[in-house]
Nanobody, 129 residues
Framework: QVQLVESGGGLVQAGGSLRLSCVAS????????MGWFRQKPGKEREFVAA????????LYHDSVKGRFTISRDFAKNPVYLQMNSLKPEDTAVYYC??????????????????????WGQGTQVTVSS
């Protein structure tokens, strides 16, 4: 069974940095995407960033380009979301998710939350002004 566990959230001042981690277990797919999404109070869940494995490629929402970096060093290590130059509007619950690629789901649709099969429990990020 696939399980995702996020960590690294917290309270930070505007302009500061945080690094989120997502540890995945039970993955057996040969090719998959790992995504980060966030949900602000009263809003729908929105895409933040995604990474494809093992043919590494990354995808970002325009609002975080140049500030956030998604990465993964080795197949069994966590997926990280390095968040720099944080703004109060980045405040949200951040979720890690994963989906298989090549089973009716492509890398090109990796910004769509409905495409993802498994989700973590979320970690709160609060950016104070």
């Amino acid at each position: 069974q696939v399980q995702l566990v996020e960590s690294g959230g917290g309270l930070v001042q505007a302009g500061g940095s945080l690094r989120l981690s997502c540890v995945a277990s039970g993955l057996t797919w040969g090719s998959y995407a790992m995504g980060w999404f966030r949900q602000k109070p009263g809003k729908e869940r929105e895409f933040v960033a995604a990474i494809r494995w093992p043919a590494v490629s990354t995808l970002y929402h325009d609002s975080v380009k140049g500030r956030f970096t998604i990465s993964r060093d080795f197949a069994k290590n966590p997926v990280y979301l390095q968040m720099n130059s944080l703004k109060p509007e980045d405040t949200a619950v951040y979720y890690c998710a994963t989906k298989a690629l090549g089973y009716g789901s492509s890398w090109g649709t990796s910004s769509a939350s409905r495409e993802y099969d498994y989700w973590g429990q979320g970690t709160q990020v609060t950016v104070s002004s």
